[in-house]
């Protein structure tokens, strides 16, 4: 396929084609001679073809950003801010298109696809108006001393395949609201919506400054060692981060890494039961499961435990599986094949030390990567389903009796992303909820997230954090200017 221009295009809604993808370099469309396809996870079929990107594909994206940035750096906050928020309206003008191409390649139920879509819009638009001012240090009668937020040069924003079009607008919209041009690589399970969404792009911003290499497993590591870009920014589990991270130090390169986690609800013993269990089981199984934010790990005071349990029970019982196109669904399948043998491990694990299921645990529909919601009562605080992250619709209830205890219990985890407390007493819920060791602690909500508050990971959940004034400062140096007068 020639490359096609599109920047500044009039008329590019009617090229687009949502059954076509392209990698985006140096605002062309481009392909690739070996192809892909990714699979559809509720069917099973084959999906479109996608490009297979090389280590040329990556020199000639990484040149392209470079060369964008020496005049993208220099565009006004409006400029940019104008590009940002023409890209999210593009984008919400496109969303039913895009939500079912979301739902076919991800597996999530269709209104969850276009939330995702309709929240991709509400963040960049907030993004938009982001400006990191220069912040004046002091000034007397001989000098003056000016601290600025310059950017960092050539971003890589690599993206898991649970949230693909959230978490690569996370990514966009502050790497170019602070002047660097960026690269997205999609995972390779999802890269359909990555590709558009950067194909939407390109009406809005110069060639070059926001790419996407579409690729295999070959592609991150070529981009993490590539002595081009400035910065990772990475999404993913803790196990690719510290090869990311290890990688990205040969040449010194920042990294932002938001990481897996094991969140804990400790569940207090004067709670409304009623209202919060279903609460928390649908916190636990939303993306069936498939969220670094998911409830992981459920302690509940044994005084209402018994009680607590059955209502979450009824409650999952009532949660639809299916293919995400169908009306009422609430879980989808999991997203790939080896998702759903990792998750599948953990059901083995269950069985071979006889643990208690609550609800769940038999899943034979063989026409997807179908996961039934499954508790399991009172594990051992040491097995696998208590202290690994499956990342998929399974979770353990377990019981505490005393506060320090259970908060000890909370901690006892090398991750750290998210955690909360369910309580009426919120003078005990706050004091509890403080001494949670994790980035993001909630009272009586759970994955509450907001663009101008910091999203990051304690411990292993990851290094650095997105979102807010600080996440922003992250895509920048720091440079103190002192003005002797
Ligand atoms: P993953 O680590 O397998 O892959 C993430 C991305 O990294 C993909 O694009 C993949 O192709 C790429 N990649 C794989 N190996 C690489 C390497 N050596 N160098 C560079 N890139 C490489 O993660 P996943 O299975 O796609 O996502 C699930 C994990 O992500 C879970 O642990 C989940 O908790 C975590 N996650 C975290 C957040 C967060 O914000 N903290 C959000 C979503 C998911």
């Not at 084609?17 to 990698?23: L, Q």
């Not at 959230?166 to 041009?181: D, E, F, W």
């Not at 879980?331 to 953990?346: D, I």
């Not at 996440?471 to 140096?477: D, I, L, V």
């Amino acid at each position: 396929m020639a490359p096609i221009a599109l920047f500044g295009s009039d008329d590019t809604s009617s090229k687009i084609d949502f059954t076509t993808f392209s990698n985006v370099i140096n605002g062309k469309l481009t392909s690739t001679e070996k192809t892909r396809r990714g699979i559809n996870p509720a069917t099973l079929e084959e999906l479109y073809e996608v490009p297979v990107s090389t280590p040329a594909d990556v020199d000639a994206a990484v040149d392209a950003a470079q060369t964008a940035f020496k005049s993208w750096k220099n565009t006004s906050h409006a400029e940019r801010s104008k590009a940002v928020q023409a890209f999210a309206e593009e984008i919400l003008e496109h969303k039913t298109e895009l939500a079912k191409l979301l739902t076919k390649e991800q597996g999530k139920p269709l209104p969850m696809a276009l939330n995702e879509i309709e929240g991709a819009y509400v963040w960049l638009t907030s993004f938009s108006k982001v400006e990191l001012q220069e912040e004046e240090i002091s000034e007397d009668e001989t000098k003056k001393t000016i601290l600025r937020y310059t950017p960092l040069g050539v971003v890589v924003g690599i993206v898991p395949w649970n949230f693909p079009i959230s978490l690569a607008t996370v990514k966009i919209g502050p790497a170019v609201m602070t002047g660097n041009t960026v690269i997205i690589k999609p995972s390779p399970f999802t890269p359909y919506c990555n590709l558009k969404l950067v194909e939407l792009a390109q009406k809005f911003f110069p060639p070059g400054v926001v790419q996407v290499l579409s690729g295999d497993d070959s592609l991150g590591p070529w981009l993490t060692a590539h002595p081009g870009p400035a910065k990772i920014s990475f999404t993913g589990s803790s196990a690719t981060g510290k090869k990311v991270m290890e990688s990205a130090a040969k040449t010194l390169k920042r990294v932002t890494l938001e990481l897996g986690g094991k969140d804990p609800a400790i569940v207090c013993d004067d709670v409304d039961i009623a209202q919060v269990a279903p609460k928390v089981a649908e916190l636990a199984f939303l993306n069936s499961g498939q969220i670094c934010l998911a409830i992981k790990r459920i302690y509940v005071h044994e005084k209402i435990y018994d009680e607590f349990l059955s209502a979450a029970v009824e409650h999952t019982k009532k949660l639809r599986l299916g293919n995400g196109t169908e009306d009422g669904v609430f879980l989808g399948p999991v997203q790939n094949s080896m998702q759903y043998e990792r998750v599948k491990g953990f059901f083995s694990d269950v069985e071979a030390q006889k643990m208690k299921v609550a609800v769940g645990g038999t899943n034979d529909r063989k026409d997807g990567y179908y996961i039934t919601p499954t508790i399991i009562d009172n594990p051992e605080e040491t097995s696998k389903i208590a202290t690994e992250e499956p990342f998929g619709p399974i979770v353990p209830f377990m019981k505490w009796t005393d506060e320090d205890d259970v908060i000890a219990r909370a901690n006892n985890t090398k991750m750290g992303l998210g955690a909360s407390v369910w309580a009426s007493d919120l003078d005990r819920a706050a004091r509890i909820a403080r001494q949670l060791e994790a980035g993001s602690v909630w009272v009586n909500t759970h994955l509450e997230i907001d663009p101008n508050a910091p999203f990051g990971g304690h411990k292993e959940s990851g290094v650095g954090y997105e979102l807010s004034a600080g996440g922003f400062k992250a895509y920048c140096n720091v440079q103190s200017l002192f003005l002797k007068k």
